[in-house]
């Protein structure tokens, strides 16, 4: 009976999620009971496939994803995969119809990590962060307004904003790893040698627009998701503002992070915010 292995892929995504990303698993956990295990399955795929690129170093990586993409295609298809991870995944894309080509744009920026390591032009870099981030935004979108092609049409920009925010907060933040351990600069035209006060103040305002058009959008979701996104974006804009009070010197040197006691408070007062309807959407 496919419903029992149904099952355990699903508590296979939850359990992704849960040991790579504890912030992003609460986060979810604040969703609607009737769409939160589909974002865990979308989770689970982004995850999955990250971790080839980034991490599997002393494996054939380019073969790997190969063959992950190829049985994602099958399993979508086919509607089942052998692959837990996948077959959770295919579930939520045949349920919501998630368009084939974000999935397509996210696989393609998989495979940028694969073979570039600087990107020079604003238009590779935009590529880059669309099928890294923006796409899986529009994933969960989809996921939330529970396939509206209204809904979905008018909130898309700004998920295509907040993806953008959410990746460039990282990029900034995992500068050193990406540079040293992966070898790797997402920001255009950055020499890591002469990274300096200018060099981060455009790029935290550059990330400050995108936050900017993203909140409208949260105001918009359906209650299914609103807060639970509210909170992701609270998150980042905190991490933010920490990254802009660091130094450039400082950024290059470490990773800066957000304690467990600020994420509490972060978490508290957004609630009491919230509740209270005294957010500032616009």
Same mark, same amino acid.
């Given at each position: 009976?496919?419903?029992?292995?149904?099952? $355990?892929?699903?508590?296979? @995504?939850?359990?992704?999620?849960?040991?790579?990303?504890?912030?992003?698993?609460?986060?979810?956990? #604040?969703?609607?009971?009737?769409?939160?295990?589909?974002?865990?399955?979308?989770?689970?795929?982004?995850?999955? *496939?990250?971790?080839?690129?980034?991490?599997?170093?002393?494996?054939?990586?380019?073969?790997?994803?190969?063959?992950?993409?190829?049985?994602?295609?099958? /399993? %979508?298809?086919?509607?089942?995969? #052998?692959?837990?991870?996948?077959?959770?995944?295919?579930?939520?894309?045949?349920?919501?119809?998630?368009?084939?080509? &974000?999935?397509?744009?996210? &696989?393609?920026?998989?495979?940028?990590?694969?073979?570039?390591?600087?990107?020079?032009?604003?238009? +590779?870099?935009?590529?880059?962060?669309? /099928?890294? *981030?923006?796409?899986?935004?529009?994933?969960?979108?989809? $996921?939330?307004?529970?396939?509206?092609?209204?809904?979905?049409?008018? &909130?898309?920009?700004?998920?295509?904003?907040?993806?953008? *925010?959410?990746?460039?907060?990282?990029?900034?933040?995992?500068?050193? !790893?990406?540079?040293?351990? #992966?070898?790797?600069?997402?920001?255009?035209?950055?020499?890591?040698?002469?990274?300096?006060?200018?060099?981060?103040?455009?790029? %935290?305002? +550059?990330?400050?627009?995108?936050?900017? !058009? *993203?909140?409208? /959008?949260?105001?918009?979701?359906?209650?299914?998701?609103?807060?639970?996104?509210?909170?992701?974006?609270?998150?980042?804009?905190?991490?933010?503002?920490? &990254?802009?009070?660091?130094?450039?010197?400082?950024?290059?040197?470490?990773? $800066?992070?957000?304690?467990?006691?600020?994420?509490?408070?972060?978490?508290?007062? @957004?609630?009491?915010?919230?509740? #209270?309807?005294?957010?500032?959407?616009?």
């Amino acid at each position: 009976m496919k419903y029992i292995f149904d099952k $355990v892929s699903e508590e296979s @995504s939850k359990i992704v999620i849960k040991r790579y990303s504890t912030s992003f698993y609460f986060s979810s956990s #604040l969703l609607s009971k009737s769409i939160r295990q589909d974002i865990f399955n979308i989770y689970g795929f982004v995850r999955l *496939a990250d971790e080839i690129v980034d991490t599997f170093h002393d494996f054939p990586k380019k073969e790997l994803l190969l063959e992950f993409e190829e049985e994602l295609w099958r /399993g %979508i298809d086919n509607k089942i995969s #052998l692959n837990p991870i996948l077959n959770s995944f295919q579930n939520t894309v045949n349920k919501y119809s998630i368009p084939k080509e &974000l999935i397509s744009s996210f &696989l393609d920026s998989m495979k940028m990590d694969l073979e570039k390591k600087e990107y020079d032009s604003i238009e +590779e870099y935009k590529k880059y962060i669309y /099928g890294s *981030a923006d796409v899986v935004g529009l994933m969960c979108l989809k $996921v939330f307004v529970k396939g509206s092609d209204i809904l979905y049409s008018n &909130l898309s920009n700004y998920a295509v904003s907040l993806g953008s *925010a959410f990746q460039k907060v990282n990029f900034l933040r995992d500068l050193k !790893n990406d540079s040293n351990i #992966l070898n790797r600069v997402y920001f255009p035209n950055i020499d890591m040698n002469n990274f300096n006060e200018e060099s981060k103040k455009e790029i %935290i305002n +550059e990330i400050e627009l995108d936050f900017k !058009n *993203a909140i409208k /959008g949260i105001a918009q979701l359906p209650k299914n998701s609103r807060f639970a996104v509210y909170i992701a974006y609270r998150y980042y804009n905190k991490l933010l503002k920490k &990254l802009k009070r660091t130094s450039s010197e400082n950024i290059v040197k470490k990773r $800066v992070r957000i304690h467990n006691f600020q994420k509490i408070t972060v978490i508290a007062r @957004s609630y009491v915010k919230y509740q #209270l309807n005294l957010i500032q959407w616009i």
